[in-house]
Structure formats: C-alpha cells, structure tokens
C-alpha cells in the first residue's frame, strides 16, 4: 500500500471522511519538511511508487498535518525518519 493510502485510509478511520486528489504542488510536496515527494503516482509512472515497498510506522503518519492526511504523501527522509 503506498503512503497516500495509508494516509487517506487514516484520515478516513478518524475522520469519516476525505479523498486523494492531485492538487499540483500541494500533493508533490511532503507536508512535514515540504521538500518535493517523488510521489510515483503523480508521476505517472508505469512502476509502482517507491513507498510500495517501504514500511510506514504510525509514528510517520502522525507526523502529517490533520488538513493534508489523504493529500500529500511524505518524502522518504519524513517517512524514515
């Protein structure tokens, strides 16, 4: 599961609701240390995100602001901590 579903299905477990979207640059920037994501989503790439193969603790999804959860993936230094 990559980042952005993890972080939307939290959002939604919380919140009950919300929705990933391309929202440009707000979703190709981490909303912790608003660096670029390499988001492979966005990227329209035929290869899997790289965060598919990464493990997300729960304190790296806690780290995302409430109004970003579902919409911005975290960069791979944010996620590793």
Excluded: F, H, Y
């Amino acid at each position: 599961m990559c980042i952005r579903d993890r972080i939307l299905a939290d959002s939604l477990q919380n919140s009950g609701s919300g929705a990933v979207i391309d929202e440009g640059e707000l979703s190709r920037t981490c909303p912790v240390c608003q660096e670029p994501n390499q988001c492979g989503l966005l990227a329209n790439s035929s290869e899997p995100c790289w965060c598919v193969q990464v493990e997300v603790s729960d304190q790296a999804l806690a780290a995302v602001p409430a109004n970003m959860r579902g919409r911005a993936c975290l960069c791979e230094s944010c996620l590793k901590g």
